[in-house]
Nanobody, 126 residues
Framework: VQLQASGGGLVQAGDSLRLSCAASGRALRDLVMGWFRQVPGKEREFVASISRSGVNRDYSESVKGRFTQSRDNAKNTVYLQMNSLKPEDTAVYYC????????????????????WGQGTLVTVSS
């Protein structure tokens, strides 16, 4: 599975961005998808996860109510809509995929994901 993340950029506090992650090599419907972020010197942290069907979603407390994850299995793409961005949201954002063809779980830890995208930088200025 190859994952291509895009949509990052430089924005001001309070602005919005939408990240996309296009998957290839395996049907998106068989993949649990997640978003993580990382700043230099810190561990990669969980942001959001969405189950295969999209019914189940989970978010970190720091983004809950501001970020929304969605998926379009027909387009093999997942999205992370980020609203009311804060300077502390500045990070490299990674999408990740886990092959779970018979499960509808969400996954919140890095170690359970099988595939990772290259990351897209989000910078929020104050």
């Amino acid at each position: 599975v190859q994952l291509q993340a895009s949509g990052g950029g430089l924005v001001q506090a309070g602005d919005s961005l939408r990240l996309s992650c296009a998957a290839s090599g395996r049907a998106l419907r068989d993949l649990v998808m997640g978003w993580f972020r990382q700043v230099p010197g810190k561990e990669r942290e969980f942001v959001a996860s969405i189950s295969r069907s999209g019914v189940n979603r989970d978010y970190s407390e720091s983004v809950k109510g501001r970020f929304t994850q969605s998926r379009d299995n027909a387009k093999n793409t997942v999205y992370l809509q980020m609203n009311s961005l804060k300077p502390e949201d500045t990070a490299v954002y990674y999408c990740a995929a886990a092959w779970r063809p018979h499960s509808n779980v969400v996954l919140t830890t890095t170690g359970v994901y099988d595939y990772w995208g290259q990351g897209t930088l989000v910078t929020v200025s104050s």
